[in-house]
């Protein structure tokens, strides 16, 4: 069964740094190596929005909110893809996506909850 399972989420406190982490299992490692990877989230009352997404070749894209504060990175090897969350706001607290954006998998999203 093909699952993208994110972990690495909790509550913090702004200022803070966090990691999140990606895992698709069930998912082929040549599959995983030439999807694009996405990170999404979703805050209560909004829509999802994009936040980062990292190529095959590992060409970055961030959200202007994400930009100079968050890191996208992968480990095709481990079939992880990472986010490096710093300086944490209040207004990034959100349930956390993975994307496989070939197929439009997801996972099932991990809460961050930052506190002023």
């Known amino acids: 069964q093909v699952r993208l399972v994110e972990s690495g989420g909790g509550l913090m406190q702004a200022g803070e740094s966090l990691g999140l982490f990606c895992v698709g299992t069930?998912?082929?490692?040549?599959?995983?190596?030439?999807?694009?990877m996405g990170w999404y989230r979703q805050a209560p009352g909004k829509q999802r929005e994009l936040v980062a997404t990292i190529t095959s070749g590992g060409a970055t894209n961030y959200a202007d909110s994400a930009k100079g504060r968050f890191t996208i990175s992968r480990d095709n090897a481990k079939n992880t893809v990472y986010l490096q969350m710093n300086n944490l706001k209040p207004e990034d607290t959100a349930v956390y996506y993975c994307?496989?954006?070939?197929?439009?998998?997801w996972g099932q999203g991990t809460q961050v909850t930052v506190s002023s």
């Open positions: 994307n496989l954006e070939t197929f439009d998998w």
């Open positions: 069930g998912v082929s490692a040549p599959l995983f190596r030439i999807s694009t």
